[in-house]
């Protein structure tokens, strides 16, 4: 499969979006509350932008599936190769065939993991612009034990950060990694390992940290394309940043989707991701197949086994 020319993303059109189930924070209250209209509106806008910049593909809507509308979480795409997500939740397990069809039909080299194995995809895996490794959530939906798996299947070393706030369940909720390397991110979603792992990686000049009010407002969960973040708001002093560095910042409104805990990083998987090698990276071979964040000694039984915490959403 040739992977050349202008950046590609997979989207899928809102038309079975609801909020159905509680199964992250932000549904809690939002159940049947959001407007399919509006909804269609705002993910239409958000296309158009990245119709500008990008091609975009659409993976057809299915019905009894409303969060296949959150691409982000197929799998995450190294080259011409993609490791397919294993939901965590029952409600999005339905998803799987769909994306793995797609990919498939695309011409992708697909990777599966064991089905017992939580991962959701790009939404707890991101590519580091400037360092060329894979960054790694774990703690809400996926597990740790899928980190090495990941390592090995893309030939990248893997970095794993412990989530802690159940308000960022993804990765891709509170760190986003920027073209020039750059790291956009909530420092209080991690734990202090993580933060330390993330500061080992980073130089200071390239963290951009936020604060509080645009974390919830989900500027971390951004797509990147060339010099432009498109993202649903970002504050002010946090645009004023952004643009000493030399990006565009572009606000789209995408709050129907707020309410099922996603953004505009999630609504969209980016297609043509270079080998982590082209970036600057080192094959796992080469390197430690995962670093790891230090498990915390007063929440030894979750941090020590790395294993999905189980609150159940009422």
Sequence with gaps: MALMGEPRFLMCAPTHYEVDYVINPWMEGNVHRASRAAADEQWRRLRELLGQRARVEELAPAPGLPDLVFTANAGVVAGDTVVLARFFHPERQ?????????????GFRVETLPAD???????DALLDRGGGWLWAGYGFRSELDAHPLLARAL????????LMDE?????????????DGTLLYYPPAFDFQSNRLIESRVRPEKRLAVGEADALAFACNAVNVGDAVILNRASAALRQRLEARGFTVLETPLTEFLKAGGAAKCLTLRLDEPHP?????????DAPAVAAASPSPWRAPFAMTGRCQTRKWT
């Design 155 to 162: 030939g990248v070393e893997a970095l794993s950060l412990r």
């Design 117 to 123: 194995l939580p991962f959701e995809g790009a939404g």
């Design 167 to 179: 308000r960022f369940y993804h990765l891709d909720t509170c760190l986003c990694p920027l073209s």
């Design 277 to 285: 090698v082209a970036l600057g990276g080192a094959l796992a071979a």
């Design 94 to 106: 339905g998803e799987e065939p769909r994306f793995q069809a797609w990919f498939e039909g695309q």
